[in-house]
């Protein structure tokens, strides 16, 4: 058989009505010569799609057929006890004038005189907080410790062991300080500096979630549109799609029946791919079923219901000749039951978890623990092949402040990584930071208890649950790592790609920043 690799338009995809994406790079496609079909081979986006967008790939090799073979966090229960109502700081004046030349004193010990921290520090205070002489001797002495030109990410940590330890003073004039410091258009320490500091503000006031950030969402095609512009300039959400897509098609490649669960199937084109790659099989295409899992919030990110997936993904099945079915789950991952799943006799089934079970409640949460329910449920299927995509990352059960410091080190590695990419002046820079990421960032630092959805796990931590649950390791293709590492070199040469314990991890310079793995 003649595999040929070449460039070609994507017109038979955008027949099939999914958004087209503005390319950032030639599109890789395989052509089986036998069947005379074409398939995208290493595309998979992020959730969601702009309505005035492309699909896209980067160039890379991938995965494809072969006609005899295949192509510990631990709990810390003060972490939530130490949140709740606003921490208050006791009144020794009335004052306002005794209270403005104390706050004058205090803008020229920490700034000089050229300083216009007065207005900022003030507002910060809201009208509250009285200052007395001795607590102003002891901010002084700080601040006197402290080198004139001060270092942004050791004040964001400075000002997080200030609320850890609820001294409101302190952390009241650390954010004083942060707000002359961070700049949402500056260098990436400063952009994320910027929303660390809303997440500080919101423990610290104790108006947590999206009740902590001052901008509005955007409008659905608006957020389509920046969700995909983070896609194309970091390679995570790709390097989590090729390799589930990879681990899938190597267990499903002699199968003449897949169903595939999605648990969080946003806009379902994680799948075009491999919808794509089973049409070019040899001997034929499988019967394709798939059901679509997701959180009733995610409608907005894809500007509908599931039914528009279920159309998009049957018309491009049709257009390559795949027998198909989209099966909607009508429920979210949390409520999902073996009913919603439509269990059929002679199908192989392939369940899906790409960026989705971290924000499950464990039993850190709730004595339900719907992480490890879900788990069990999947393995009573049975499957025969589990996917699994997440954040390398711990911060789920940790204590707030080791949780703030290890949330600044993940971003401020994934800020960086995305100023290589995307240059400073691109226009939406700033709406993609802060309504794709600055959200994510805030609900680590101000929440806790069932308001924090972000909590992830390292893959150690996965692991564990997973053989709990009854799992095995299933082996990663290593035709798919290679098909990994070419696509890296599209990004820039700071990324790295280890192969660690029968998993994937994809880092910024020497930090690990996703992890993906496959389970049987």
């Known amino acids: 058989m003649s595999n040929t690799l070449y460039y070609q338009p994507m017109q038979e995809i955008e027949a099939c009505g999914f958004p087209q994406f503005q390319t950032l790079d030639h599109q890789l496609c395989y052509s089986n010569s036998s069947h005379g079909k074409t398939s995208l081979l290493n595309y998979a986006t992020l959730e969601s799609s702009p309505s005035n967008g492309f699909y896209t790939v980067f160039n890379s ?288 089934v392939a369940a899906n978890f790409a960026f989705v079970l971290h924000r499950m409640p464990d039993e850190s949460v709730s004595t339900r623990n719907d992480r490890d329910c879900l788990l069990r449920l999947v393995k009573s299927l049975p499957p025969k092949v589990v996917t699994l995509v997440e954040q390398e990352s711990n911060t789920n059960t940790a204590a707030f402040f080791p949780r703030f410091t290890e949330a600044l080190d993940y971003y401020a590695a994934m800020f960086e990584s995305i100023d290589v990419t995307l240059p400073r002046a691109h226009k939406e820079r700033i709406n993609v930071e802060q309504h794709c990421l600055a959200r994510d960032v805030v609900n680590v630092i101000a929440c806790e208890g069932s308001e924090r959805v972000e909590r992830h796990e390292v893959l150690g931590k996965w692991k564990s649950r997973f053989r709990m649950a009854g799992f095995t390791p299933y082996p990663l293709s290593s035709l798919v790592n290679a098909t990994i590492k070419t696509l890296l070199e599209s990004y820039s040469d700071k990324y790295s790609l280890v192969e660690r314990d029968g998993a994937l991890y994809l880092g910024w310079m020497n930090r690990d920043l996703v992890a993906s793995c496959a389970w049987k």
Not at 189 to 209: D, F, K, N
């Open 61 to 348: 090799p991938t995965f494809t057929f072969s006609p005899g073979g295949s192509p510990t966090s631990q709990q810390e229960s003060h972490s939530d006890k130490n949140y709740g109502s606003p921490i208050s700081v006791s009144c020794v004046s009335d004052d306002v004038n005794a209270l403005n030349h104390k706050l004058r004193e205090l803008e020229s010990v920490m700034l000089g005189p050229d300083s216009d921290i007065l207005e900022n520090y003030e507002s910060v205070l809201q009208g509250d907080i009285d200052i007395a002489s001795a607590d102003i001797d002891s901010w002084r002495q700080i601040m006197e410790s402290v080198p004139r030109r001060r270092d942004l990410k050791q004040v964001l940590i400075a000002c997080a062991k200030s609320i850890s330890e609820n001294d409101a003073f302190t952390a009241q004039r650390w954010i004083a300080e942060l707000r002359q410091m961070v700049s949402v258009s500056g260098e990436p320490i400063e952009r994320l500096g910027a929303y660390v500091l809303e997440g500080l503000v919101a423990r610290l006031t104790s108006s947590g979630g999206s009740r902590g950030l001052k901008w509005k969402e955007p409008a659905s095609n608006d957020l389509l549109s920046y969700m995909h512009i983070l896609y194309e300039v970091c390679p995570y959400f790709k390097f989590g799609y090729m390799s589930a897509n990879g681990a899938i098609a190597e267990a499903m490649k002699d199968e003449n029946k897949v169903h595939i669960i999605d648990f969080q199937i946003s806009q379902g084109s994680q799948w075009v791919t491999l919808i794509q790659a089973f049409a070019a099989r040899p001997g034929g295409p499988p019967h394709i079923r798939i059901t679509g899992i997701d959180d009733p919030e995610s409608a907005y990110a894809r500007g509908g219901g599931l039914n528009i997936v279920g159309q998009r993904l049957s018309k491009l099945a049709k257009s390559f000749k795949v027998p198909f079915e989209f099966h909607c789950g009508g429920t979210s991952a949390t409520k999902v039951q073996v009913e919603n799943l439509g269990i059929r006799a002679g199908e192989a």
